[in-house]
């Protein structure tokens, strides 16, 4: 990230601010919070957050918005996608998705890579670990006999790595399988590959978990910290008590 604000402020003679991102939506605090180890969604599922570590991820965020030597605006959607596409800013934070919306604008030429690590106190190079989403299939703890053995032969076939690499040109969806992570379709492919390295830096969501839920018990608080109305520690501690809350 350090290198990224140095080739930032070389720019434009600071006519570019140089980095876009959704700035309101907790889904792009994440990557930083889980490099602080703040991470709010335990392995069981349960929601919590240390509001310490969190407060240091804050602080890296809101410094990179800082009105005076910040290096991006704070924006909404819409705003950072637009600035991206006048030249206004040179990188842009964005979901996967973003890569096929912008393959339709003409007239523009894109690169794609990995979230950034960051220098953290007392923590070197942390890489950015943001939320991954996953596609399920399930089958029924009721099920018995004939039944089982169907749907379980259903799920080898479909979870194969030539079912799951079919997927990628049919879906958009990246496979799961290691065997079909290491295909030269994925390790070839410029974007695929660089899509399935950062999938695997990220961190799943256990099923049950609601992630909706989770981002708007964080969403009231980032907003009030950025608009400078909050401390990080006062937005820390009430994304705290607001996730916390979830639990009950």
Same mark, same amino acid.
């Given at each position: 990230?350090?290198?990224? !604000?140095? #080739?930032?402020?070389?720019?434009?003679?600071?006519?570019?601010?140089?980095?876009?991102?959704?700035?309101?939506?907790?889904?792009?605090?994440?990557?930083?919070?889980?490099?602080?180890? /703040?991470?709010?969604?335990?392995?069981?599922?349960? *929601?919590?957050?240390?509001?310490?570590?969190?407060? !240091?991820?804050?602080? *890296?965020?809101?410094?990179?918005?800082?009105?005076?030597?910040?290096? /991006?605006?704070?924006?909404?959607?819409?705003?950072?996608?637009?600035?991206?596409?006048?030249?206004?800013? #040179?990188?842009? @934070?964005?979901?996967?998705?973003? !890569?096929?919306?912008?393959?339709?604008? =003409?007239?523009?030429?894109?690169?794609?890579?990995?979230?950034?690590?960051?220098? %953290?106190?007392?923590?070197?190079?942390? =890489?950015?670990?943001?939320? @991954? *989403?996953?596609?399920?299939?399930?089958?029924?703890?009721? %099920?018995?006999? $004939?039944?089982? +053995?169907?749907?379980?032969?259903?799920?080898?076939?479909?979870?194969?790595?030539? &079912?799951?690499?079919?997927?990628?040109?049919?879906?958009?969806?990246?496979?799961?399988?290691?065997?079909? +992570?290491?295909?030269?379709? @994925?390790?070839?492919?410029?974007?695929? &590959?660089?899509?399935? /390295?950062?999938?695997?830096?990220?961190?799943? #969501?256990?099923?049950? #978990? $609601?992630?909706?839920?989770? +981002?708007?018990?964080?969403?009231?608080?980032?907003?009030?910290?950025?608009?400078?109305?909050?401390?990080?520690?006062?937005?820390?501690?009430?994304?705290?008590?607001? @996730?916390?809350?979830? $639990?009950?």
């Amino acid at each position: 990230m350090d290198d990224l !604000i140095d #080739v930032v402020e070389t720019l434009g003679d600071g006519s570019q601010r140089g980095l876009a991102l959704n700035s309101y939506d907790p889904l792009w605090l994440l990557p930083w919070l889980s490099a602080a180890g /703040a991470w709010p969604i335990e392995e069981d599922g349960r *929601l919590s957050l240390d509001p310490t570590a969190a407060e !240091i991820a804050l602080d *890296l965020y809101l410094s990179w918005h800082a009105e005076a030597d910040g290096i /991006a605006a704070v924006q909404t959607y819409e705003t950072m996608r637009q600035s991206f596409l006048n030249g206004e800013a #040179v990188f842009m @934070i964005d979901g996967e998705w973003a !890569i096929q919306e912008l393959s339709f604008v =003409p007239d523009i030429d894109v690169g794609i890579a990995r979230l950034p690590t960051v220098d %953290l106190p007392e923590e070197d190079d942390q =890489p950015a670990t943001p939320l @991954i *989403l996953g596609r399920y299939w399930a089958m029924s703890s009721t %099920l018995s006999g $004939n039944q089982t +053995l169907a749907a379980t032969t259903f799920l080898e076939f479909i979870t194969e790595p030539d &079912r799951q690499l079919e997927q990628i040109s049919q879906f958009g969806l990246l496979p799961t399988r290691r065997d079909a +992570l290491d295909n030269p379709k @994925i390790v070839n492919d410029s974007i695929q &590959r660089v899509n399935a /390295a950062q999938m695997q830096a990220g961190r799943p #969501v256990p099923l049950g #978990v $609601n992630v909706n839920a989770l +981002l708007d018990a964080m969403r009231t608080p980032l907003q009030a910290a950025l608009e400078g109305e909050i401390t990080a520690q006062e937005a820390a501690e009430t994304m705290q008590k607001n @996730i916390e809350a979830l $639990n009950d």
